[in-house]
């Protein structure tokens, strides 16, 4: 049995499993190993192993002036992203991939969409480009002189052609399961995979915000479900998930709960804290998570009077 380790504030410590955990709980702090840490993203990268990680997924700041943040200009903002991302690569297992979740930055009502201004930190370093998702939400700031933005993208990159994609595990209900071939040799058989169809390289969940189940004190959370889709999609079980900027841990949740080990790091420690406390939920079977493929609440048609 591999006993969770965790390191606070740039602290080692071995924690034990709780003693109060459900049998679930107890499977999963059984067999993953969980390292969250209170420290820079380069100085915490730094400490780990070349090509020790399987998946480096993670949402950094976008030099909007968040909380967490200082504005700066663009140009060193590129500077320090190029120094994450060239560790990440190093970090990265041959048959890995890194998922790159941004949205734009924006400037006296100028934008300035940071995946198109990171793309060549990631092809320079020779990762192949997989898929840019579109990662469509319902709720925002309503802009009064552009179109309000309601998707942010990832980045989907692997170091290799010979890389890790499960896409039965992600795969969604289709619209259509019992449609049937009409004609031809499979005639009246299913036309569609029975597993579910792709889920293609739009997905539409709701951000964190409100009345999100996962809501924390994090102003810029991405959902647990989003991450999970890459997870199980990108690595196996046993595999190492890193995120560098970890904030409230969502990372490592979806890593845990599919029985991956997580790695990650913010230079927060309220964050972290937050973090802490949602794992162990997580292990005492009382955290809240949306579910992956949970549609979105359309409200019924109006009637017509
Ligand atoms: C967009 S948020 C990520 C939130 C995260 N995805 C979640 O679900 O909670 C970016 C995070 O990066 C952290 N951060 C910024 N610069 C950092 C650095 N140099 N090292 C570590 N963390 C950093 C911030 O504190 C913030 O929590």
């Known amino acids: 049995m591999s ?24 499977n999963l702090s059984q067999r993953e190993d969980v390292v969250v840490v209170c420290k820079n993203n380069l100085e915490f990268m730094r400490s780990l192993g070349r090509g020790s990680m399987k998946l480096i997924v993670t949402s950094p700041p976008y030099n909007l002036g968040k909380i967490y943040e200082t504005k700066q200009s663009l140009d060193d903002y590129y500077d320090e992203q190029s120094k994450t991302i060239k560790e990440a690569v190093r970090l990265l297992h041959p048959q890995g991939s890194i998922c790159w ?17 990171l793309y ?10 997989r898929n840019r998702i579109i990662w469509s939400f319902g709720h925002g700031l309503h802009c009064q002189k552009r179109f309000s933005g309601r998707y942010e993208t990832i980045l989907w990159f692997t170091k290799g052609d010979d890389y890790t994609f499960n896409l039965d595990e992600v795969r969604v209900e289709s619209k259509y399961p019992n449609k049937k071939h009409f004609k031809g040799p499979n005639k ?25 189940v996962e809501k924390t004190n994090h102003p810029c959370q991405f959902p647990v479900g989003l991450v999970k889709r890459l997870v199980l999609a990108l690595t196996n079980i046993g595999d190492a998930v890193l995120d560098p900027y970890i904030g409230v841990g969502s990372s490592a949740i979806a890593a845990i709960i599919t029985k991956r080990k997580a790695y990650g790091c913010d230079n927060v420690p309220e964050y972290i804290q937050i973090a802490q406390e949602r794992i162990d939920q997580l292990y005492a079977g009382t955290l809240r998570v949306r579910p992956m493929n949970k549609p979105v609440f359309e409200p019924p048609p109006k009637q017509s009077e």
Request: no cysteine; charged share 20%.
């Open 3 to 26: 006993t969770p380790l965790r390191l606070v504030k740039g602290r080692a410590a071995v924690v034990q499993p709780r003693l109060n955990l459900s049998d679930k709980a107890a």
């Open 101 to 117: 979740q941004v949205g734009n930055y924006v400037d006296d009502g100028e934008v300035y969409p940071l995946d198109i201004m």
């Open 120 to 129: 060549p930190l990631f092809k320079g370093a020779g990762l192949k480009l």
């Open 188 to 212: 009246g058989k299913l036309s569609g995979n029975p597993l579910g169809k792709n889920p293609s390289d739009v997905w539409e969940m709701p951000n964190v915000k409100a009345n999100h």
